[in-house]
């Protein structure tokens, strides 16, 4: 576990080496690529640590891009909005837990899916506050120029994806972690030995919230718009679950690649078929769960047998 | 007045939310699957009604009899192809397979229908009744008839039917069933095949009121997903009463608070049911 935290932070620090290599284009598909890590990374403490199979990332993310939104247009800096919104949300997401967290299967799903249904409905109905279905302008913040503009947004989106690495490696690491496992494993025994469930749950969901929400809050005031069927998008939640499925379930390292190899999917896709795109991204999920279930990390034991490691 | 007239729409759009909710419930109760494809399916057959009469002039009522068969064979196929081959894994991996699904054909309706909204009039318009100030447009009407009657279709399947035993022996006990020589994967295809057939015939009388167009597909499954839960799972009167729950939810929130505030009413209602009563207004508790 130590070691692949180890590779997991290295990745990331490699990432920050980014700018020196392309225009603003590269920058634009590398705070993407950010911002993907951030949601795959923080939908693996719900979904890969605690087994709970979460659908609520797009509530979250859009949450936070309304926060900050907000906040930004009535004047408030973008250093403390975004925090704000990732404090904000852990609190929501926490309090949330402990109620939703009691359901199990599709059950759980269901209501974290409905989450992002009521999220909207709120945003689109509080007209006067977030601009309704009209959308939101917020202000421009960062410095002068085009180029200059990116660098500080993949910074900001960068400096997030590293806490977020952090605190998955801290939680991978401590007690924290170890229930999460517990829980995954067998719930019932888990509480019968007298873990508090109900806390570890609810904590790993407000973590799995905090960072979406600051991610969704640094891509509001890097797209300077926002609407709530964007931010607001179920895709947003099925996506870091099919990037953490390219990976293979649990492993951070796993997970982060899993987003790289997605966008670079989808950027292709994007680019070839922008009539069927979402058609195109529907075959590949489904041929990714037919004959893939495991992840790509799966392939090395079947391509290097020898080295199969038992988790 | 007023009263008597939000209870009557609330009735006949009941029924109809009963009808759209009811093979989600099935496929859901009986595989075990949330299959998301429901919403895309549902619009699917709105189309075809839609095409049916706009080429050859075949009437909506006549469409149903097309519609069945069409999309029955459809989902039968789609299961025993694609959704059998991961029929026993957890939740996630089935929840994600059915959204790619619906990606896919969602996108291939905006790409031959475009996204645009349709509407299918019949000529002439049937018109509408009127009973003491209570107003009801008799297309709508035909159209609950017509609901209701679907629904008692599949009751009667359920309950006079050997394959129907078959498919409520699955969904109580599925071990049970096999050792009982119950082919579990053919009533899986079966069940999966009826919910699509409901969903399409659920289209095509959507496609009678309301406007038609892929972008719709979602609003159905959320439908579905409440009325589901309101009402429990996997039984025909569980539906019934979850979709008429919805729709006077629906009515009176929308006449009292405004109509912006239906669907987060509807969902705040879904979560609150959920934690407190995940098994429904009419579902037993002790299986899932």
Same mark, same amino acid.
């Given at each position: 576990?130590?070691?692949?935290?180890?590779?997991?932070?290295?990745?990331?620090?490699?990432?920050?080496?980014?700018?020196?290599?392309?225009?603003?284009?590269?920058?634009?598909?590398?705070?993407?690529?950010?911002?993907?890590?951030?949601?795959?990374?923080?939908?693996?403490?719900?979904?890969?640590?605690?087994?709970?199979?979460?659908?609520?990332?797009?509530?979250?993310?859009?949450?936070?891009?309304?926060?900050?939104?907000?906040?930004?247009?009535?004047?408030?800096?973008?250093?403390?909005?975004?925090?704000?919104?990732?404090?904000?949300?852990?609190?929501?997401?926490?309090?949330?837990?402990?109620?939703?967290?009691?359901?199990?299967?599709?059950?759980?799903?269901?209501?974290?899916?409905?989450?992002?249904?009521?999220?909207?409905?709120?945003?689109?109905?509080?007209?006067?506050?977030?601009?309704?279905?009209?959308?939101?302008?917020?202000?421009?913040?960062?410095?002068?120029?085009?180029?200059?503009?990116?660098?500080?947004?993949?910074?900001?989106?960068?400096?997030?994806?590293?806490?977020?690495?952090?605190?998955?490696?801290?939680?991978?690491?401590?007690?924290? %972690?170890?229930?999460?496992?517990?829980?995954?494993?067998?719930?019932?025994?888990?509480?019968?030995?007298?873990?508090?469930?109900?806390?570890?749950?609810?904590?790993?969901?407000?973590?799995?919230?905090?960072?979406?929400?600051?991610?969704?809050?640094?891509?509001?005031?890097?797209?300077?718009?926002?609407?709530?069927?964007?931010?607001?998008?179920?895709?947003?939640?099925?996506?870091?679950?099919?990037?953490?499925?390219?990976?293979?379930?649990?492993?951070?390292?796993?997970?982060?690649?899993?987003?790289?190899?997605?966008? %670079?999917?989808?950027?292709?896709?994007?680019?070839?078929?922008?009539?069927?795109?979402?058609?195109?991204?529907?075959?590949?999920?489904?041929?990714?769960?037919?004959?893939?279930?495991?992840?790509?990390?799966?392939?090395?034991?079947?391509?290097?047998?020898?080295?199969?490691?038992?988790? | 007045?007023?009263?008597?007239?939000?209870?009557?729409?609330?009735?006949?759009?009941?029924?109809?939310?009963?009808?759209?909710?009811?093979?989600?419930?099935?496929?859901?109760?009986?595989?075990?699957?949330?299959?998301?494809?429901?919403?895309?399916?549902?619009?699917?057959?709105?189309?075809?009604?839609?095409?049916?009469?706009?080429?050859?002039?075949?009437? $909506?009522?006549?469409?149903?009899?097309?519609?069945?068969?069409?999309?029955?064979?459809?989902?039968?196929?789609?299961?025993?192809?694609?959704?059998?081959?991961?029929?026993?894994? $957890?939740?996630?991996?089935?929840?994600?397979?059915?959204?790619?699904?619906?990606?896919?054909?969602?996108?291939?309706?905006?790409?031959?229908?475009?996204?645009?909204?349709?509407?299918?009039?019949?000529?002439?318009?049937?018109?509408?009744?009127?009973?003491?100030?209570?107003?009801? $447009?008799?297309?709508?009407?035909?159209?609950?008839?017509?609901?209701?009657?679907?629904?008692?279709?599949?009751?009667?399947?359920?309950?006079?039917?050997?394959?129907?035993?078959?498919?409520?022996?699955?969904?109580?006990?599925?071990?049970?069933?096999?050792?009982?020589?119950?082919?579990?994967?053919?009533?899986?295809?079966?069940?999966?095949?009826?919910?699509?057939?409901?969903?399409?015939?659920?289209?095509?009388?959507?496609?009678?009121?309301?406007?038609?167009?892929?972008?719709?597909?979602?609003?159905?499954?959320?439908?579905?997903?409440?009325?589901?839960?309101?009402?429990?799972?996997?039984?025909?009167?569980?539906?019934?009463?979850?979709?008429?729950?919805?729709?006077?939810?629906?009515?009176?929130?929308?006449?009292?608070?405004?109509?912006?505030?239906?669907?987060?009413?509807?969902?705040?209602?879904?979560?609150?049911?959920?934690?407190?009563?995940?098994?429904?207004?009419?579902?037993?508790?002790?299986?899932?």
């Amino acid at each position: 576990m130590m070691r692949s935290n180890l590779i997991l932070l290295a990745l990331v620090a490699c990432i920050a080496a980014l700018p020196n290599f392309g225009g603003s284009y590269t920058l634009r598909l590398g705070t993407i690529a950010c911002m993907y890590a951030i949601l795959a990374l923080s939908w693996n403490v719900a979904g890969g640590f605690a087994g709970y199979p979460s659908f609520a990332t797009a509530a979250f993310f859009g949450s936070g891009a309304y926060t900050t939104g907000v906040l930004l247009s009535k004047g408030v800096p973008l250093a403390v909005s975004v925090p704000a919104a990732g404090v904000a949300s852990f609190v929501m997401a926490s309090l949330l837990g402990a109620a939703l967290l009691r359901l199990r299967g599709h059950y759980f799903a269901i209501a974290s899916l409905s989450l992002i249904e009521v999220f909207r409905e709120l945003v689109n109905n509080a007209t006067d506050l977030t601009g309704g279905g009209m959308g939101l302008n917020i202000p421009l913040t960062a410095g002068s120029g085009v180029l200059a503009d990116a660098t500080f947004f993949f910074y900001a989106m960068w400096g997030l994806l590293l806490l977020t690495a952090l605190m998955v490696t801290i939680v991978s690491a401590s007690k924290l %972690g170890f229930g999460l496992a517990c829980i995954r494993q067998n719930e019932t025994a888990a509480n019968m030995i007298g873990l508090n469930g109900t806390l570890y749950k609810s904590v790993a969901f407000g973590l799995s919230a905090c960072f979406v929400s600051a991610a969704g809050g640094v891509y509001a005031a890097w797209v300077h718009y926002i609407d709530p069927s964007d931010v607001f998008d179920i895709l947003y939640s099925v996506k870091p679950i099919v990037m953490a499925l390219i990976g293979g379930l649990g492993s951070p390292v796993g997970v982060v690649i899993g987003a790289f190899v997605y966008l %670079g999917l989808e950027e292709v896709v994007w680019r070839n078929y922008i009539q069927i795109h979402s058609g195109v991204l529907g075959v590949l999920i489904v041929i990714l769960l037919l004959f893939l279930p495991r992840g790509l990390m799966s392939l090395r034991s079947r391509i290097l047998p020898w080295r199969t490691k038992h988790v | 007045m007023l009263a008597a007239q939000v209870l009557i729409n609330a009735l006949v759009l009941g029924c109809l939310y009963a009808c759209i909710a009811i093979g989600f419930s099935l496929v859901w109760g009986v595989l075990n699957v949330i299959n998301l494809i429901h919403g895309s399916f549902i619009v699917l057959g709105a189309y075809l009604a839609w095409g049916l009469y706009q080429s050859l002039h075949i009437s $909506p009522w006549y469409a149903l009899a097309i519609t069945a068969p069409l999309f029955f064979v459809i989902g039968y196929i789609v299961q025993r192809l694609i959704l059998n081959r991961v029929i026993t894994a $957890p939740v996630l991996v089935t929840l994600t397979l059915t959204f790619g699904l619906d990606l896919i054909l969602n996108n291939a309706m905006i790409y031959y229908f475009k996204a645009d909204y349709r509407k299918l009039t019949l000529s002439p318009p049937m018109g509408s009744i009127s009973l003491f100030d209570v107003i009801v $447009p008799v297309d709508r009407l035909i159209a609950t008839a017509s609901a209701l009657a679907l629904t008692g279709v599949l009751y009667l399947i359920l309950r006079r039917l050997r394959i129907g035993r078959a498919i409520v022996a699955v969904r109580l006990d599925r071990d049970a069933a096999v050792l009982m020589g119950v082919d579990v994967n053919s009533i899986y295809a079966i069940a999966f095949g009826l919910g699509t057939a409901l969903a399409g015939c659920a289209g095509v009388l959507m496609a009678l009121i309301f406007p038609i167009s892929p972008l719709t597909s979602t609003a159905y499954l959320g439908k579905a997903f409440v009325v589901c839960v309101l009402g429990g799972l996997g039984s025909v009167s569980g539906a019934l009463a979850g979709g008429i729950l919805l729709a006077l939810i629906e009515g009176i929130g929308s006449t009292l608070i405004g109509p912006a505030h239906a669907t987060t009413l509807s969902f705040a209602l879904l979560i609150l049911f959920l934690i407190l009563r995940p098994q429904g207004l009419l579902g037993r508790k002790g299986f899932e």
